[in-house]
């Protein structure tokens, strides 16, 4: 019995590095492949996306977001044909920009944009924060679908924020679940106190930032695209009163 037991262990012993190689092997082959995908697409799949149109550089899509702002602005938008788009992207998605905002009903991205279905790939939640969902919607973007920008759009006269302020003057919490906002957006609100400027101004530009930062430093996916050069991360303010998008340097 001694004998049959020591060929069970030194059998067990063999097993467990080879499972062990195996996912080791697959975890690496998914690695390279989310670093290649990007290239395979542009070299080989181009042809066969949706919206070949959407197979941009980061600089390329930012100046695509522009232009389509500036057609908004002045009242030139140019519509789209959504009966064929709707076609077209039954099967897959390639949008040439992700946009984080906020859940605001006066903002509409793929409106303030001029943008047709399947452009934008777009978060929405009130404070237009980077938390654990949201930077991995914002991965699979740009790992799954090689989006080559992200935009963290922010906006005036944010209740999100104001709301958040009023919780740290009066020191009195929220009613629901509006204090996890408020954790959220206090750190922004927090660094940009100061004794000039509107104190909520400051700090929606300054939440902007902070999750621009958030995004590029996000490991593993969003800061190697970042570093690879292919993606980028800006931030913008919507203007209320005339729908401009001021980019944040």
Same mark, same amino acid.
């Given at each position: 019995?001694?004998?049959?037991?020591?060929?069970?262990? @030194? #059998?067990?012993?063999?097993?467990?590095?080879?499972?062990?190689?195996?996912?080791? @092997?697959?975890? *690496?082959? @998914?690695?390279? %492949?989310? &670093?290649?995908? *990007?290239?395979?697409?542009?070299?080989?799949?181009?042809? #066969?996306?949706?919206?070949?149109?959407?197979?941009?550089?980061?600089?390329?899509?930012?100046? &695509?977001?522009?232009?389509?702002?500036?057609?908004?602005?002045?009242?030139?938008?140019?519509?789209?044909?959504?009966?064929?788009? #709707?076609?077209?992207?039954?099967?897959?998605?390639?949008?040439?920009?992700?946009?984080?905002?906020?859940?605001?009903?006066?903002?509409?991205?793929?409106?303030?944009?001029?943008?047709?279905?399947?452009?934008?790939?777009?978060?929405?939640?009130?404070?237009?924060?980077?938390?654990?969902?949201?930077?991995?919607?914002?991965?699979? *973007?740009?790992?799954?679908?090689? !989006?080559?920008?992200?935009?963290?759009?922010?906006? +005036?006269?944010?209740?999100?924020?104001?709301? !958040?302020?009023?919780?740290?003057?009066?020191?009195?919490?929220?009613? %629901?679940?509006?204090?996890?906002?408020?954790?959220?957006?206090?750190?922004?609100?927090?660094?940009?106190?100061?004794? !000039?400027?509107?104190?909520?101004?400051?700090?929606?530009?300054?939440?902007?930032?902070?999750?621009?930062?958030?995004?590029? @430093? *996000?490991?593993?996916?969003?800061?190697?695209?970042?570093?690879?050069? &292919?993606?980028?991360?800006?931030?913008?303010?919507?203007?209320? +009163? !005339?729908?401009?998008?001021?980019?944040?340097?």
């Amino acid at each position: 019995m001694h004998a049959d037991r020591s060929s069970n262990i @030194s #059998r067990s012993l063999m097993i467990k590095p080879s499972r062990r190689s195996l996912l080791l @092997s697959l975890f *690496a082959f @998914s690695t390279v %492949g989310m &670093r290649l995908g *990007a290239n395979i697409v542009n070299a080989n799949e181009a042809k #066969r996306l949706p919206k070949p149109d959407n197979l941009l550089s980061p600089d390329a899509a930012l100046r &695509r977001l522009v232009e389509g702002n500036d057609r908004f602005v002045q009242g030139a938008s140019r519509g789209g044909d959504f009966e064929r788009e #709707r076609q077209i992207l039954v099967d897959g998605q390639n949008p040439y920009a992700a946009v984080l905002t906020c859940a605001d009903s006066r903002i509409a991205p793929e409106l303030a944009f001029d943008s047709g279905l399947g452009d934008l790939f777009v978060c929405r939640l009130a404070g237009n924060f980077a938390n654990d969902v949201t930077v991995a919607s914002m991965e699979y *973007a740009v790992a799954v679908l090689n !989006t080559p920008l992200i935009l963290v759009l922010g906006h +005036d006269h944010c209740g999100a924020i104001d709301a !958040t302020i009023k919780s740290l003057n009066d020191d009195k919490p929220a009613p %629901g679940h509006i204090p996890s906002l408020v954790a959220a957006l206090a750190p922004a609100v927090q660094k940009s106190r100061q004794p !000039t400027g509107d104190p909520s101004a400051n700090a929606i530009r300054q939440n902007v930032i902070d999750n621009v930062d958030t995004l590029k @430093s *996000a490991g593993p996916i969003l800061n190697a695209a970042v570093e690879q050069n &292919r993606l980028k991360v800006v931030g913008g303010l919507y203007r209320l +009163d !005339t729908g401009r998008v001021d980019l944040l340097n």
